[in-house]
């Protein structure tokens, strides 16, 4: 049996299967990224829920594993030289769940830099820009009496998408034929957008084509559709 007590976030989130990989997390677009490509490569693990509202990340054990104070993390009791090793950042961990699985990330050179380019325009683009756009629209920015942020980052949103909507026009993932870490990465995010933020009218996503077809048949896997579910929310 795998030996985590090197980790201090096992004290606070105990590990019930500690020979399974360990996320924590929370059903948040960063953190779904994780749990769906999990359920999709079927690699056993066990998830433990990050209560965010109650700021459980800038706990000391949860940041003894991810300095940054961010979901989702994991913990691999089989990780590289077979020892355990921890990981933050939700677009190094599909890295790694892809190498490690051999599944969702090409080894053809060519099309695994291209996969990894759309994978790091949702981490350095479309989070970013989509999260403050969330702030503004729905959160306390919209009490904001300045309305320039909110243009801003609206404007910049609908940009983005529609980047994906030339990227996906005439393909039926973002890698073509191929479902990769990169669809997985960007599907809560848009799901998201238009949903939670409600933010599908200022950004005219009704106008838009190939990105809701695609985000249809992702939401339609049914490793997705699990995925969007885990870790279960705080009660």
Request: hydrophobic share 40%.
């Amino acid at each position: 049996m795998a030996d985590l007590s090197a980790f201090p976030i096992t004290r606070k989130w105990p590990a019930s299967h500690p020979d399974r990989i360990q996320l924590y997390s929370l059903p948040t677009p960063n953190g779904v990224k994780v749990s769906i490509m999990l359920e999709e490569t079927g690699l056993p693990y066990e998830p433990h829920t990050i209560n965010i509202g109650k700021n459980e990340t800038w706990t000391p054990e949860y940041l003894a594993l991810n300095p940054n104070g961010k979901i989702p993390a994991i913990i691999d009791p089989d990780g590289p030289g077979g020892k355990p090793f921890g990981l933050f950042e939700s677009g190094a961990i599909l890295v790694y769940l892809a190498e490690k699985s051999g599944q969702f990330l090409p080894s053809d050179p060519v099309a695994r830099y291209e996969t990894l380019q759309w994978l790091f325009f949702q981490m350095a683009a479309v989070g970013p820009m989509f999260g403050q756009l969330g702030f503004f629209h729905k959160f306390a920015g919209k009490d904001f009496e300045d309305k320039r942020p909110l243009e801003r980052y609206r404007a910049e949103s609908e940009r983005l998408l529609g980047v994906l909507e030339t990227r996906l026009t005439g393909r039926q993932w973002i890698m073509g034929d191929a479902y990769t870490i990169a669809d997985m990465s960007l599907l809560g995010w848009v799901r998201n957008l238009i949903g939670f933020y409600g933010a599908g009218e200022i950004v005219h996503y009704e106008k838009l084509k190939a990105v809701p077809a695609w985000l249809e048949r992702g939401l339609a896997r049914p490793a997705v559709q699990r995925g969007l579910e885990i870790p279960a929310r705080p009660a």
